[in-house]
């Protein structure tokens, strides 16, 4: 199986902030990786897929990038509904495998 | 609109058994891919099973041979048969929409709400 390894596992930001989480697989996946959002309580959302492909009703201020093994979801001026966990997921191989998540918290 | 919702989820003893059901609307089961996802307890996601819009299916090594995948298109239906349960089968279940990139290759666009199993004595 593919292991996918996000980092950092959690982090604390302020509304404004530039907030960047990278995601990487244990061998390359091409741009077959996913980014969905978590919120407590709350079934995960698709954010993007193929690597920077924004899902349909998500805030340009998500982007996505990378190729290969490595890859960043980014989000450009952190809004407060964005405090939340954040999932990678590789699409690649079966089984399809998930990062451990980053939550992103405030300060 | 496109719609999950499970339901079957519980307290249930360990080696036992349960099913869980995920109703969709919106769109039809049978044409899809439609996966399981679970999470336990403050962990983080971990897929357990898929059926292809053929009848395909695969499921997670840690399940394989306990749980069983189908669908009711009669009732536009995805369920989850889970025998011989074990305290680590505790999670959050959720249902969700699997959109294939190539045969075995899928996201999920569309989750449920999940259902709680709770395995303990």
């Known amino acids: 199986d593919i292991q996918m390894t996000q980092s950092p596992s959690s982090l604390s930001a302020s509304v404004g902030d530039r907030v960047t989480i990278t995601c990487r697989a244990s061998?390359?996946?091409?741009?077959?990786l996913n980014w969905y959002q978590q919120k407590p309580g709350k079934a995960p959302r698709l954010l993007i897929h193929?690597?920077?492909s924004l899902q349909s009703g998500v805030p340009s201020r998500f982007s996505g990038s990378g190729s290969g093994t490595d890859f960043t979801l980014t989000i450009s001026t952190l809004q407060p509904e964005d405090f939340a966990t954040y999932y990678c997921?590789?699409?690649?191989?079966?089984?399809?495998?998930f990062g451990g998540g980053t939550k992103v918290g405030i300060k | 609109e496109v719609q999950l919702v499970e339901t079957g989820g519980g307290l249930i003893q360990p080696g036992g058994s349960l099913r869980l059901s995920c109703a969709a609307s919106?769109?039809?089961?049978?044409?899809?891919?439609m996966s399981w996802v679970r999470q336990a307890p403050g962990k983080g996601l971990e897929w357990v099973s898929v059926?292809?819009?053929?009848?395909?299916?695969y499921y997670a090594d840690s399940v394989k041979g306990r749980f069983t995948i189908s669908r009711d298109s009669s009732k536009n239906t995805l369920h989850l048969q889970m025998n011989s349960l074990r305290a680590e089968d505790t999670a959050v279940y959720y249902c969700?929409?699997?959109?294939?990139?190539?045969?075995?290759?899928?996201?999920?666009?569309?989750w449920g709400q999940g259902t709680l199993v709770t395995v303990s004595s």
């Open positions: 969700a929409r699997g959109i294939a990139v190539a045969v075995d290759s899928y996201y999920f666009d569309f």
């Open positions: 919106g769109f039809t089961v049978s044409s899809n891919y």
């Open positions: 059926v292809y819009s053929g009848f395909t299916t």
């Open positions: 061998q390359s996946i091409a741009s077959y």
């Open positions: 193929a690597a920077s």
């Open positions: 997921q590789q699409s690649y191989s079966t089984p399809p495998t």
